[in-house]
């Protein structure tokens, strides 16, 4: 048990949540990329020679957390630190201990991240007693050599000991993989039945038009519905009620006993019940990761905004989320300039 558990939800006096969209949608989750680097290259996320933000840029610790705290003081209840790669960030567990704190006094019901799970093992148990109950792991392959082919060079057995050290911590481990056409699309079914193995949820994602990179993304487009089609014909798929307010639709494949989410961010039909909004490592707020949006808030923080002007600007940022997004996989250019190593995933 830790300091964590011993709140009682019903001890914990939670304000109203004030961040209330034009559409009447309350913004309860905020995703932060925490930085843009990471130490993997994957082909579609990321160009090979990537030009990375100057410092100075980027964020301190300090303004990663007053901006991510102000959220949580108006509402939020579940913060994801993302990137990049969240867990290469100098300095990233001071950050996640600063923000435990609300953990602890119950203003967060969650405090979670997504990494591509490379440096996972040194970092697994120390997430664990600050309070992170759950992970998300990026794994699009079993296969060393397709695994090092996709992330330009990376090592799949250091993901795997990440994986292992986060399950025996004590860790829910989430697996995400995206769907890739000419690259996992045969190795999907083996990759769920090894999730579900583990105890893990596992999550398939549609490729994005977020970027631009260097391979050919309508190349790798694979519809979700098809490959839904094509596990219901060995498997028994049933649908389950579980939500996250996001674009993923879980069923339970009853031959694994296991959840399997699929996001289909290019569909229209979860924009009406969206409750999430992204900050970027350079604090920039979008509030829908399919438009152009964005609101400069490290403007705000750095011109020297008490806490009510930043309220204020959040205020402003949030009255304007759009109704929906705008995505087409076969449109000649990425619907979004921005990579979502900028964004956060
Ligand atoms: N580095 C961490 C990781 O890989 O989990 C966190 C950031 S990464 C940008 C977050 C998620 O976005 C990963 O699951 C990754 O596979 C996914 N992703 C990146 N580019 C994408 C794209 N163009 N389309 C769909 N998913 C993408
Ligand atoms: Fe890095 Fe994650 Fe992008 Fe892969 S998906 S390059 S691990 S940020």
């Not at 303004?63 to 003081?73: I, M, Q, T």
């Not at 025996?168 to 039945?193: F, M, S, T, Y």
Request: glycine content about 8%; hydrophobic content about 40%; overall charge neutral.
């Amino acid at each position: 048990m830790t300091p964590y558990d011993a709140i009682p939800a019903q001890a914990v006096i939670r304000p109203p949540n004030r961040l209330i969209d034009g559409f009447g949608r309350a913004v309860t989750y905020l995703r932060v990329s925490v930085t843009d680097r990471c130490d993997l290259r994957c082909t579609y996320c990321m160009a090979e020679h990537m030009t990375f933000l100057p410092k100075a840029e980027v964020l301190s610790l300090e303004e990663l957390d007053r901006l991510a705290s102000a959220f949580v003081d108006l509402g939020v209840r579940k913060l994801r630190l993302t990137g990049g790669e969240p867990l290469v960030r100098k300095g990233i567990m001071t950050l996640v201990e600063r923000l435990s704190r609300h953990l602890a006094n119950g203003a967060l019901d969650e405090l979670t991240l997504t990494t591509n799970g490379t440096q996972l093992a040194a970092h697994a148990a120390e997430l664990a007693r600050l309070g992170v109950r759950r992970i998300n792991v990026s794994l699009d392959t079993l296969k060393p050599d397709l695994f090092r082919r996709l992330t330009r060079g990376g090592d799949l057995a250091k993901v795997l000991a990440g994986i292992d050290a986060a399950l025996g911590a004590g860790l829910k481990v989430k697996i995400n993989a995206v769907a890739l056409k000419h690259d996992n699309a045969e190795e999907l079914p083996a990759l769920i039945q090894w999730a579900h193995g583990l105890g893990a949820d596992m999550t398939l994602i549609e490729t994005m038009p977020l970027g631009e990179v260097e391979v050919d993304r309508t190349d790798q487009y694979l519809s979700l519905a098809d490959v839904r089609r094509d596990l219901s014909s060995f498997w028994t798929l049933t649908d389950l009620a579980y939500a996250t307010g996001g674009p993923a639709r879980y069923v339970r494949v009853e031959e694994t006993g296991g959840r399997l989410g699929f996001i289909t961010p290019l569909s229209h039909n979860f924009c009406e019940a969206c409750n999430r909004v992204r900050l970027t490592c350079t604090g920039t707020l979008h509030t829908c990761l399919g438009r152009e949006d964005a609101s400069d808030l490290r403007a705000v923080v750095r011109g020297g905004a008490d806490d009510a002007a930043l309220e204020q600007a959040i205020f402003a940022a949030i009255g304007a989320k759009p109704q929906g997004h705008d995505f087409r996989i076969d449109a000649a250019r990425p619907a979004v300039a921005r990579h979502m190593s900028t964004t956060g995933g």
